[in-house]
């Protein structure tokens, strides 16, 4: 089958609409004609899928692959209700296309809750369509005909097609309604649920070039870009001569910038003909900064002001239920503490870094991102260009973690080949990356609780220091006024004080909780502790017998956790801990996060020099009847729980005079090899709709860490990251 | 100035200053972009390439101090039998996430078992103590390496 070009372009033939929140596209049109054009004899169903002759599939994959494996576990979804094998699917990143392609967001471990159902549909349109070309070739009633991976059956007349040939017939054909076309029984699934190896590994493991820095153009420059080290401050002085004396340096200049942290900032470009260049230019610039008003801050100092504020009532109140004062001068045991956390950074392994092209007024860009099309918006106004000039290749990223939500060196990628009048790959050093992110922030919490005679939690109070301007907390250094255990204690209140901050800050994996989760499941132990209390029976006592607990954005549904948690006692041997040797212990911990339900103990073994050793994680998820690739889900949840212990262990980013001290990985250590603990992973199958893994597994395993070191050690761990002095024997 | 490589079996001309990093050399210049580059002084391993068999940190290395050594890369190490092996445990473990460190990690294990066919838990510690994977796929790469090396992959 031959198809002839008619030279249209695909998007015209589509007639694609974006649903609110992402949920998409369920009226797209037939595109054949206008796609083998651009892909030589293959059919396109819709924007989705394409199938050429031989019936090889191409699906593409609408999300950006920052290492969550959404690449190979969306167009799964696809594959399984077209009905193909896996071996004949091949898979394409998509450009960032939202009207065509709507949300594309690598975050808040969104992409199954979003995808599940509509993404399915999309490939149960597409086997739809297969059967009623075979059924108007054969002239027999659709209903008639079955499929099989990869081809359509009719069995009355013994006739079989494959998809390659019926592919070409789809043009004209009557688009099957997305909303009722029938989708298998699960019991069915022939590639949902099955373990299937990353799509892109053959590549992976051969050191193909699919990163945003190994992308190559044609008389591409590269770039190196210096901001000052306190955030925002501007450009005094540079020897841009001395730059650009060095052999290799084409252009050295001065980029005036804004005051959005977010945005271009101040700083000075270096253009060269290779990296090297351009960082050996860079050493020659000697950059006087201006001034700034951020300069004055630094850890110690929010450290003291936080306490300050701790010790006065709170500037807000997030909650008040009961009458806290009244119930905890009635607990039969109270206990006090203060929490702290530090910020960190994302530190992923490939440092931020664009490639970008301008040519007659219109923008090209390759980025490593998780928010493509907040990028196009930012580079749009900045450079003053129409939104639909700009295009955006989404690169494979080099770990993602939060940190590409936000599109700073998008942006300066694009000013800074405009200016220099040639595509630049602008490539951040290590120190860059760890001196300019979006911080996880810091928090202080100060603690009040009280227990009965019974061992019920009957008053909890939390005063939050946390990073703001009055209101205006900064990014992720909110907290909501349902933070569990908000909804189970009758007497609680919550109250919020905040201190400016000039330092950038964001999401990184589980915003919010991977440092909530630590403080309330530490202060929950506390809490056990005192009521003389089994920390699992504890927990399950104060998780109550309802199901559903609240509204949302608070709902809780108390059944699963409760479900989550007996099953990690029973996975961990829990019951047996006593018999542990001396300076070993376990601990518990659970936490909701992104729509999955947690339990986690961790067992440690704390060395009298105080060195914590993590010998092994166990974990049970929750996160409803369908796992869509066990491989993946699997390394996800194993990856964010040494993730949380990497945290948990050594990271803290300082600041010091309005500036990040740690450069890079001598000072910002990441968790090694030797360090990793085995982690054991049960999914506990509930009948709720799929959602995301990459996120969740993180939050509960740092207080199960600490909690399993206080019943080695008896030393309550307060403040992260653990601080090995205060564990010596 | 011209250096003239033995990268991945081939004799290569690369003309650039001799305090050039092999790392840049072989991706800027090159066009050999497998190495990564991830911190810039030998501190995650990323960059990990083959000098005459041994896993070394192109980052700090001056392509001026390379001679005529020989260099192999991810893109070259499949053509070593245990490099083979180990590209294959890879992917029959689905090793990776964001597979950015993989190259590195694949280029130190295969230093290891060529070393040390049959490596021990703390020998695998200590040859892949110089690579950071922040995605932290740890399990699996141990596990990897021990299926590459014949072992059981039990932990």
């Known amino acids: 089958m031959t198809l002839q070009p008619t030279g249209a372009s695909r998007r015209e033939f589509m007639s694609v609409t974006a649903a609110a929140g992402g949920g998409l596209l369920l009226g797209f049109a037939i595109a054949a004609k206008a796609e083998a054009a651009e892909t030589a004899g293959a059919a396109a169903l819709n924007a989705f899928v394409r199938i050429d002759p031989q019936g090889v599939v191409t699906i593409m994959s609408k999300n950006p692959e920052i290492g969550q494996g959404i690449k190979t576990s969306l167009p799964m979804l696809i594959a399984e209700e077209l009905d193909v094998a896996w071996e004949n699917v091949r898979i394409e990143q998509a450009d960032s296309e939202p009207k065509v392609f709507g949300l594309q967001i690598a975050g808040g471990s969104m992409a199954t809750p979003l995808n599940w159902e509509s993404l399915r549909r999309v490939g149960a349109v597409a086997r739809a369509m297969m059967v009623q070309a075979a059924a108007q070739a054969w002239n027999c009633p659709p209903g008639e005909c079955t499929t099989s991976p990869g081809q359509v059956i009719h069995k009355a007349s013994n006739r079989t097609a494959s998809y390659g040939s019926l592919a070409g017939l789809c043009a004209g054909l009557a688009q099957p309604d997305p909303k009722t076309v029938p989708l298998k029984d699960p019991k069915d699934y022939r590639i949902i649920g099955k373990p299937m190896a990353q799509y892109d590994t053959p590549r992976i493991v051969t050191g193909a070039p699919l990163f945003g820095i190994d992308v190559r153009l044609p008389g591409m420059l590269y770039a190196t870009y210096v901001k000052a080290p306190v955030f925002g401050a501007k450009v005094a002085s540079a020897d841009l001569a001395a730059a650009q004396a060095v052999k290799g340096v084409r252009k050295a200049f001065v980029v005036e910038g804004g005051t959005n942290l977010a945005g271009l900032l101040p700083g000075v470009a270096v253009v060269a003909d290779s990296w090297w260049a351009a960082r050996k230019g860079r050493d020659k610039l000697n950059i006087q900064w201006a001034d700034h008003p951020t300069q004055s801050q630094s850890s110690a100092a929010f450290a003291r002001r936080a306490a300050e504020l701790g010790a006065a009532a709170p500037q807000k109140s997030l909650r008040n239920d009961g009458d806290v004062a009244k119930a905890l001068a009635g607990a039969s045991r109270t206990v006090e503490a203060a929490y702290a956390y530090p910020f960190i950074a994302h530190a992923p392994m490939e440092p931020q870094n664009c490639t970008a092209a301008f040519k007659d007024g219109k923008m090209e860009i390759w980025a490593p991102t998780q928010n493509p099309d907040t990028g196009r918006g930012m580079i749009a106004q900045l450079l003053g260009l129409k939104p639909e000039d700009i295009t955006i290749h989404i690169t494979r990223s080099g770990g993602g973690f939060g940190r590409r939500l936000n599109a700073d060196y998008m942006v300066e990628a694009a000013w800074i080949a405009r200016e220099a009048g040639a595509p630049v790959k602008l490539l951040w050093t290590r120190e860059d990356d760890m001196q300019h992110d979006f911080y996880r922030p810091g928090g202080f919490h100060f603690l009040k609780g009280g227990v009965d005679a019974a061992g019920h939690v009957v008053a909890w109070q939390d005063h939050f220091v946390t990073y703001g301007q009055g209101d205006a907390v900064a990014s992720s250094a909110a907290m909501g006024a349902g933070e569990f255990p908000a909804q189970f204690v009758a007497n609680c209140s919550i109250g919020q004080s905040t201190m400016p901050l000039g330092v950038p800050t964001g999401p990184l994996r589980a915003p919010g909780s991977n440092a909530l989760a630590f403080v309330m499941q530490s202060f929950i132990d506390e809490l056990a502790h005192a009521a003389g209390a089994d920390p699992v029976a504890f927990r399950l006592t104060l998780l109550g017998t309802e199901g559903m607990v609240g509204k949302p954005p608070a709902a809780y549904n108390a059944e699963r956790m409760r479900g989550v948690l007996k099953a990690v006692a029973e996975q961990s041997g829990w019951a047996g801990r006593g018999k542990l040797p001396a300076r070993t212990g376990m601990g518990v911990a659970f936490h909701f996060s992104h729509l999955g339900y947690f339990a986690e103990v961790a067992q440690v073994t704390v060395a009298n020099s105080g060195k914590v050793k993590v010998d092994r994680i166990w974990i049970a998820a929750d996160v409803g009847r369908q796992i869509v690739n066990p491989s993946g889900g699997l390394n996800q949840v194993q990856g964010a729980a040494i993730d949380g212990l990497s945290a948990a262990l050594y990271q803290k980013i300082t600041i010091e005079n309005g500036a990040v001290k740690q450069r890079n990985f001598g000072d910002y250590p990441l968790l090694r090899m030797a360090d990793a603990p085995p982690v054991d992973v049960r999914f506990v199958m509930t009948d709720y709709p799929p959602t995301g893994l990459g996120e969740p597994a993180l939050p509960p395993v740092i207080p199960a860490v600490t909690n399993a070191i206080f019943a080695a050690t008896g030393k309550r761990i307060r403040s992260l990251p653990i601080d090995p002095s205060l564990l010596k024997a | ?155």
């Open chain 2, 1 to 155: 100035m011209a250096f003239t490589l033995n990268v991945n079996g081939k004799a290569l001309v690369a003309d650039v200053d001799p305090d050039t990093p092999l790392l840049w050399t072989l991706r800027d210049t090159l066009g050999i972009t497998g190495p990564k580059y991830g911190c810039g002084i030998g501190a995650c391993g990323a960059c990990t390439v083959h000098i005459d068999g041994v896993a070394r940190r192109s980052c700090t290395l001056p392509v001026s101090a390379v001679g005529m050594a020989k260099v192999v890369t991810i893109e070259g190490v499949g053509g070593d039998a245990v490099g083979k092996r180990v590209q294959a445990a890879w992917s029959d473990l689905d090793v990776a996430q964001c597979g950015y460190c993989q190259p590195g990690q694949i280029m130190s294990a295969t230093a290891l078992l060529k070393a040390k066919p049959t490596p021990t838990n703390a020998d695998i510690d200590t040859a892949m103590s110089g690579n950071i994977c922040r995605c932290a796929t740890y399990t699996r790469i141990r596990a990897a390496i021990k299926r590459a090396s014949g072992q059981s992959e039990k932990v």
